[in-house]
């Protein structure tokens, strides 16, 4: 099932293409722009957003040659802009985590590094265990399609401000548990040797909630994922260069969020959209649905999906900066 949508000498080609992409910029990034802490300025943010977002659109062109046309292409642009979208939640979070822990902003970086390397191994392993377990039991997908549209709705009647509470996080209690602990950091460091004996630093514990935090954003965008293509390779390769972009991302948007106070409601619109599609190519909601309509089989296009994911998020977008909030509403909050 894997690389389905290309020929046999292609796949090893894209994915070999992807992989390069990857682990270069991963070694660039840590061993040559950034070997000692600073903090990244909006320019630099800009400029590194704008590059994760040029690669990702060259990569989307390739598949278009390599693949099978405009519907392959069109899934991995799908899958990327949601999980974009779905990013945009993840940092707030981290945000709200780096300030609950007075981390400082030179160190903002590494964290975000190591967070994303975390990131493209874990949902590696969320995909393909998907991807397996949909093999074996197809009805999965309904479920996952209930998910997304109660979790659209709850995001859209969700008003209340997000709250931090480590105590609460089971990974962070049992890394508290059996890990030697430090209250140093020696300058941004993540563990270091006393007496011989290592310690880990309050930026490790940092680390740890960060990615537990990323697991339960996946939850929402991985099934988000399957609902547009259900081939793992699209799916892995939008979802990795979404993730590579977000720390970008991250520095660009951190301190104008509030700004664009309606993309929250425009990504829930969009997941109850995509989990109604999904829903949707249940049996018994095709007949009923054939039954009314007059039709054998009902389908959304795969153009019409990207059409209505690109619409409500940059129609969200705008409608922010026509109708900016309040300023009693942003100081309540």
Same mark, same amino acid.
């Given at each position: 099932?894997?690389?389905? &949508? =290309?020929? /046999? ?11 390069? *992409?990857?682990? +270069? $910029? @991963? #070694? ?98 969320? &995909? =393909?265990? /998907? ?11 309904? *479920?996952?399609? +209930? $998910? @997304? #549209? ?99 991302? =991250? ?83």
């Amino acid at each position: 099932m894997l690389l389905s &949508i =290309f020929s /046999g000498e292609n796949e090893g080609l894209l994915f070999g293409i992807f992989g390069v *992409i990857i682990v +270069a $910029f @991963l #070694i660039v990034d840590l061993g040559l722009f950034h070997k000692a802490h600073h903090k990244v300025s909006q320019r630099e943010a800009l400029l590194q957003s704008l590059f994760w977002v040029a690669v990702s659109g060259i990569y989307g062109g390739l598949i278009y040659f390599y693949g099978d046309g405009s519907a392959s292409t069109l899934e991995f642009f799908s899958a990327y802009v949601t999980e974009k979208a779905l990013s945009v939640d993840n940092i707030f979070v981290i945000l709200l985590i780096l300030r609950y822990f007075k981390v400082q902003e030179e160190h903002y970086h590494s964290i975000l590094f190591w967070g994303i390397l975390g990131a493209i191994v874990f949902r590696a392993i969320f &995909i =393909f265990v /998907g991807a397996l377990v949909i093999s074996q039991a197809h009805w999965i997908l309904y *479920i996952f399609g +209930a $998910f @997304l #549209i109660y979790s659209g709705i709850k995001i859209y009647s969700d008003d209340e401000e997000m709250e931090i509470e480590p105590e609460k996080n089971l990974m962070l209690r049992y890394a508290k548990k059996i890990l030697p602990l430090t209250t140093k950091d020696e300058g941004g460091k993540f563990w270091l040797r006393e007496n011989g004996k290592l310690f880990f630093t309050p930026l490790f514990l940092v680390i740890i909630l960060i990615e537990s935090t990323d697991l339960i954003f996946a939850v929402d965008s991985i099934p988000a994922a399957f609902a547009i293509t259900r081939n793992e390779f699209v799916i892995y390769t939008s979802n990795i260069f979404a993730v590579m972009g977000l720390r970008a991302m =991250f520095f660009l948007l951190a301190n104008v969020l509030d700004r664009f106070y309606l993309l929250q409601k425009g990504l829930s619109i969009v997941l109850i959209f995509i989990g109604g599609k999904m829903m949707l190519e249940m049996e018994i909601i095709q007949k009923g649905l054939g039954y009314v309509f007059g039709m054998d089989h009902i389908h959304v296009p795969i153009y019409l999906s990207f059409a209505v994911i690109m619409g409500v998020l940059i129609g969200s977008i705008v409608l922010s900066l026509i109708f900016p909030k309040k300023p009693e509403l942003v100081e309540s909050q």
